[in-house]
């Protein structure tokens, strides 16, 4: 095939050495080609640095309704969010977060699809309404709009940066047809259809070097095609690709796997495209120069459940919590053509890294070898769904003189700190999240909302759900009690007993249960402590006073290992504490739950059978060595 396309490793050949002085030139510099080796492994682990790595969101901000898709503009440092409610809404990158811009009701109905031009000046989305809207990013403004007579499926900017026109792609749910539109004169006209594929089109992306549109159709055809009318959308030939004919590609592999991409994203450098398949749930990377399939990443659910069962997980989590996550995907799948189609992979800034969310978490993949490198947000309980990377320096400085770039100047130097950002929506979640390199903080701006941003009022459910998120980041959410007769681990609930656990939580802190006995144990009833002095009659709260009862319908003393405070009559709690071996009903509104024992049962029981004397005190001295609080 004439005129290949000339890759990076081709610079030895025009620097005028032949193939046998490059060959010689090698074999007596085999420890420089060792230094080469690894210096190019310490560059991966800088861009490496310069990725989240938090393993819990450091911020999350509302819509009104489900958030479905999220746009980074790296170009000018503004992200947007829409909503199927039909809202758009732009932020501003700044140091450390993002600041609300503008609020727009942009549709009438679900947004299905959004697109933004390669030199970010303009945002299109387009919604069941059959509405398309076109915005200024720059100056975060709506500046036209169009009705269109059919319904929408995808978008995509085919202009080229200083064309006349700006061409937008629009597909048809119910047809093979493509319309051209022109984004910055009449969006609701169709300037020309495009009809290359025989089944609807849902995925459509632009490469700008090459000027080629990227189409794949609900069957599974790819199809490469220049934008242009005049020569009727041709295939583009050589140099331009690096193939004639299509059968020497792997673009037929959705067709061989009757499977239909839902998501499509081009690498930085435009040299490689990923896409995503939510009927085999594979992630495939292709050289778009060759249409070759590069790598293939496996995230079935049957995979996950065997790397599970034999411990060769990324991550492994408990049977109830991967069991939990997993039925979340099995209702996504249930529901084709939702959430389900905005799952997407995205390149690093590098392009030797690829992030893209699956149930475990967000996982960073590295390509030269495929092994996951970073999972991203592995503690938290969302499913995450569509997400976009950000890796720019909000407050870099447009023009650099070379005096600024030699001077010693912090204003400058900080003015080049990066802040790498993922921002993902979430299955069914009215929020967006943020994930960068700092922990999230539990505080919170000292307004009391922690790291679940109220910018929009919420339900009353999504008040109290935040509260406990935020009771649980701050005060925590379990506890190991290291004894010495075992390990027992507990639930906490600060979500039903804020005080009790607060109270428990900060007499940990304080090691005023290190080396306390178990002053008081019945069989069949419970086992009792947190007195210091060893007798039942000692012991003090945090606060050095007693403090009230907190009860709620939600718990109850229905069942065994249930964790309360002991006290002398009503809101008389202090420090002791017991835990139930059997159901005890009578206790309830009489004393406050604010845990239940979930690991190490078998050693309460073992404390329960312990000798005692008439005072229900243990012959043998059982004590707490130390509580961990998690």
Known sequence: MANKRKDIGDEDSENGMGTGEV?????????????????????????????PCADAYERSLMHRDVVNFVCVIPANDFIVTTSVDGHVKFWKKTANGIEFVKHFKGHMGPIVATAVSHDGNLLATTSIDKWIKVFDVINFDMINQGRIDFLPKSLCFIYKTGQAQSLLACSDLESSTIHIVDASGSPGVSLYTVSIHAQ???IMRYHPYADVVVSIDDGGMVEYWHPNQEKGFPQPEPPVIDWTFKSDTDLYTFKKAKVAPTALNFSPDFKMFVTFSFGDRQFRVFDFYTGRLKHVFDESLDTASEAQQTGTAVVQLDDMDFG????????????????????NAVFDESGKFLIYPTLLGMKVIRLETGEVVRLIG???????????LY??????????TMEMAASDNPVLKESETTDPTIFATAYKRKRFFLFTRRDPDSVGDGTGQGRDIFNEKPSREEQMAAMQTNLKQTLGSAAILHTTMGDIHIRLFPEYAPKAVENFVGLVKKGYYDHVKFHRVIKGFMIQTGDPLGDGTGGESLWGHDFEDEFNKAIKHDRSFTVSM??????????QFFITVAPTPWLDNKHTIFGRATGGMDVINRIENVKTD???RPYEEVKILSIEVR
Do not use: C, W
């Open 23 to 51: 060959a010689e030139e090698v074999a007596g510099n085999a420890e420089h080609k060792v230094k080469r080796a690894k210096a190019g492994n310490d560059n991966e682990d800088l861009y490496l640095e310069n990725l």
């Open 200 to 202: 609807p089109v849902g």
């Open 324 to 343: 939990r996550r997993l039925a979340i995907d099995r209702e996504i799948e249930k529901q084709p053509g939702g959430q389900s189609a905005t799952v």
């Open 378 to 388: 592995k503690n938290e309980t969302q499913r995450f769904m569509n997400i976009e």
């Open 391 to 400: 890796q720019g320096a909000p407050q870099r400085k447009s023009l650099v």
């Open 566 to 575: 002991a006290n002398a009559g009503p809101n008389t709690n202090a420090s």
């Open 614 to 616: 008439k005072m229900d």
